[in-house]
């Protein structure tokens, strides 16, 4: 359970609060706050925080995806840990949806802005858990 809230919770967590607390209010998940009527509350929370200046843009922009491949990843990782050849097609599938994501803002299929630093940051998200849940445990155990 640990691994869990380690490489899963946390993770998806945080990429949630920054989406929550910085981010541009057209977003779907507003629509979602909306829907369960926390609205108000989240506005006052986001009105009170003042350091949102001094945060790098990447982190606030590029980050929560990198945040949420990492803990789809790892997710696929250790759910699937005695089963090579599924975790490996579901890693994969992951990371081909993520980037294809991507790639697609630069072509105006899929709403957003394309950033070579959401890409990068993607695949970095890919690779962490890949290398701690995977490759050093060689290949068998996450």
């Known amino acids: 359970m640990k691994k869990y809230l380690t490489h899963v919770i946390i993770p998806i967590f945080f990429g949630g609060v ?9 977003l779907l998940m ?5 829907c369960i009527g926390i609205s108000n509350q989240l506005n006052f929370i986001k009105n009170n925080v ?13 980050l929560p995806d990198a945040l949420w491949v990492y803990s789809f990843v790892s997710f696929c990782l250790l759910v ?4 090579k050849t599924v975790k490996t097609i579901l890693v994969f599938i992951v990371i081909i949806i993520s980037i294809a994501g991507e790639i697609g803002q630069c072509f105006f299929i899929i709403p957003g802005t394309f950033d070579i630093i ?13 290398t701690i849940l995977y490759i050093s445990k060689g290949g068998y155990y996450a």
């Open 18 to 26: 920054i989406y929550l607390f910085f981010r541009d209010e057209n």
């Open 30 to 34: 507003f629509k979602w706050i909306d």
């Open 50 to 62: 003042t350091f949102t200046e001094k945060l790098p843009v990447f982190l606030l922009n590029s």
């Open 80 to 83: 699937w840990k005695n089963n």
């Open 118 to 130: 959401d890409l990068c940051l993607i695949f970095v998200g890919f690779l962490i858990p890949v």
